[in-house]
């Protein structure tokens, strides 16, 4: 039995696909994403985009293909791309189908737009001659006619009951190797969805709340309904949507994954709000080895603390750790353990340099093991 029962989290059991070299669902990891916003024609701002996108993070980037021209240029954006890539169809097939040819990794459709069961048909053809997985992807914004007519407005069963009739289309053609999302920019809607739709099949689930809104506020209302779904065990990959730069949406995803204990990348931050006893500015410190750390991409915990009222406790939970104290000198642990003293001159460049080289320590032994 666990020491710390409370901090479990049993993910629901889902079958897996791969999105390019992407594992999906099963026992993957939690993939991140994001959706590029330049135009698609532009492949070099869209390429600059896509890989600030990845050292950010991302593990997959989605890129939108609404005409003929933008599937034409995403054949070179998928070529200099460091992450596989999500095309994103609307209504007409024949860009999922050039998409596919293209390089796309996924295909994001939603089956009921693309037309006859014919159309359908050629598309996961598509998808199966070039190794394409799909996403389908249900919007409470986007819900049709007979399910807004059946139900009178969207709700969990007719999120629900569009994304099996959609999976149906995919199934009857043979093809299984495809997510799906339910997403609404009512957290309750979107939370209710995921949680009936993950009852209802076995589908890798891609998680997010739609048109959530700006940084803060969009941040907010994402990390409610998405951490709720994943804190229940129920998601496979997720999405972000902030009004705000794509580095961003990744970011704040993967803050969800580490405050969950589910995914570890790059240094995780434990630290004080700062009041009157703080011995160094601790907003500014924090703030400033934001910067200086963003390079490192091995799971280290820093903690820092503006006095000795909390500091030695979550310093013990932490690799490195230091703690305010009198006449500008400052308590540094390592381990958890109070280790020696450092002036506030010095500080951030010696915090620095001990997080690198637990970095570099941690990387060591992953090699010696491997």
């Known amino acids: 039995m666990s020491l710390r029962p409370y901090r479990e989290i049993t993910r629901r059991k889902s079958r897996q696909i791969h999105v390019g070299s992407v594992a999906v669902g099963g026992d993957a ?39 003929e021209d933008s599937t034409a240029a995403f054949k070179a954006i998928a070529k200099g791309s460091p992450v596989p890539l999500i095309a994103d169809i609307h209504f007409h097939y024949k860009r999922a189908i050039e998409a596919a040819a293209a390089g796309a990794a996924c295909l994001r459709i939603n089956p009921g737009n693309i037309g006859s069961h014919e159309r359908v048909k050629e598309v996961v053809k598509a998808a199966k001659d070039h190794g394409c997985s799909m996403r389908i992807g249900v919007n409470a914004g986007s819900l049709d006619k007979h399910l807004l007519d059946k139900y009178g407005e969207p709700c969990p069963e007719a999120l629900v009951e569009s994304a099996l009739e959609h999976a149906k289309l995919l ?9 799906i999302a339910v997403k609404a920019s009512d957290v309750f809607l979107a939370v209710a969805a995921y949680q009936g739709l993950a009852k209802a099949c076995d589908y890798p689930l891609h998680l997010g709340i739609t048109e959530a809104g700006g940084l803060i506020g969009g941040t907010v209302k ?4 998405i951490g709720s779904l994943l804190w229940q065990g ?22 969800m ?28 410190t924090v703030e400033t080895l934001e910067n200086r750390l963003s390079h490192i991409r091995t799971p280290v915990t820093l903690s820092i603390l503006g006095c000795v009222v909390n500091g030695p406790g979550e ?7 230091i703690t305010g104290g009198g006449s500008d000198t400052h308590k540094v ?9 450092v002036d506030g001159g010095s500080m ?18 992953k090699q010696k093991e491997g």
């Open 29 to 67: 990891p939690i993939s991140v994403q994001t959706m590029t916003n330049t135009l698609t024609t532009d492949v070099e701002g869209t390429l600059a985009q896509i890989r600030r996108a990845a050292d950010a993070g991302a593990d997959l980037v989605r890129v939108s293909c609404p005409d």
């Open 171 to 179: 199934e009857d053609n043979d093809f299984f190797e495809f997510k």
């Open 222 to 225: 994402s990390s409610i309904g």
């Open 234 to 255: 129920i998601g496979d990959t997720l999405r972000v949507s902030l009004s705000a730069d794509v580095a961003e949406e990744v970011k704040v995803g993967f803050e």
């Open 257 to 284: 994954l580490k405050a969950l204990d589910l995914r570890h990348r790059g240094v995780r931050i434990v630290s004080c709000p700062s009041c009157a006893r703080q011995g160094f500015d601790v907003i500014k």
């Open 315 to 321: 310093a013990r939970e932490t690799m490195v750790g």
């Open 333 to 341: 642990y390592i381990g958890g353990s109070p280790d020696h003293n």
């Open 348 to 365: 951030i460049d010696h915090i620095v340099e001990l997080v690198e080289a637990r970095a570099a320590e941690i990387e060591a032994a």
